[in-house]
């Protein structure tokens, strides 16, 4: 079966300081995989998407970065946080158009 | 682009309380899907329904296409239906879902 896994689950980062968030599918080959955000408010933001190796779509002008380095694996990435970087990440990949699955997120705080 | 409404945006329920749950886009789609997050954040698949009725158990989901809503029936609720419910349609003709902003619900036992 499909699982996906995001890591780490919680993270305290200052101000200024680099990001690195890590989401793997298991169980596929070739998914669609995509990054949201979900700030206090309850509401997804997607930030980027992608169709395979080395090919990302950003939806969001904003101080992150996105790329897929290998087939499963999908690596959020910021050179410097702000403050309003802080929320609760997610990764999702869809094995056909009728549904998405998400991870277990994580939660970011910068301060 | 496609805009997601739900309502109502706060829901607070009795346990064996049966609820509603509204969603409005504002165009038409052949992807329709709901979402329950958990209390920890767990975002769970419940329907895919661009169309016409499914039910699960206790939960159901109608949308009616051509006036563009989507019902989600929550029956006999449970405190484990607390949580916050999602609606999400496509992006244009992409695979990529815009979220309305959700109803959250809170089941007291």
């Known amino acids: 079966s499909q699982t996906i896994h995001q890591w780490p689950a919680t993270l305290v980062q200052p101000v200024g300081s680099p990001l690195s968030l890590e989401c793997t599918v298991e169980g596929t080959s070739n998914p669609n995989l995509y990054w949201y955000r979900q700030a206090a408010g309850r509401g997804l933001q997607l930030l980027f998407y992608?169709?395979?190796?080395?090919?990302i779509s950003s939806e969001v002008p904003q101080n992150l970065s996105a790329s897929r380095p290998q087939d499963r694996q999908f690596i959020l990435s910021s050179k410097k946080l702000l403050l309003s970087d802080s929320g609760f990440y997610l990764c999702?990949?869809?094995?056909?158009?009728?549904?998405?699955?998400f991870g277990p997120g994580t939660r970011l705080l910068v301060l | 682009g496609i805009q997601v409404e739900q309502s109502p945006p706060d829901l607070i329920l009795q346990e064996g309380a049966n609820s509603t749950l509204r969603c409005n886009f504002s165009?038409?789609?052949?992807?329709l899907q709901w979402f329950h997050q958990n209390p920890w954040g767990q975002l769970i698949n419940l329907f895919y329904i661009p169309s016409g009725t499914k039910q699960n158990g206790r939960l159901s989901a109608t949308t009616v296409a051509t006036e563009r809503y989507s019902l989600l029936y929550i029956s006999s609720s449970q405190t484990t239906d607390s949580g916050v419910y999602f609606c999400?349609?496509?992006?244009?003709?992409?695979?990529?879902?815009?979220f309305g902003k959700g109803t959250k619900l809170t089941v007291n036992p």
């Open positions: 165009d038409s789609v052949n992807n």
């Open positions: 992608s169709v395979g190796i080395g090919q």
């Open positions: 999702a990949w869809n094995p056909s158009w009728e549904t998405q699955y």
């Open positions: 999400a349609a496509p992006q244009g003709g992409s695979e990529k879902l815009v």
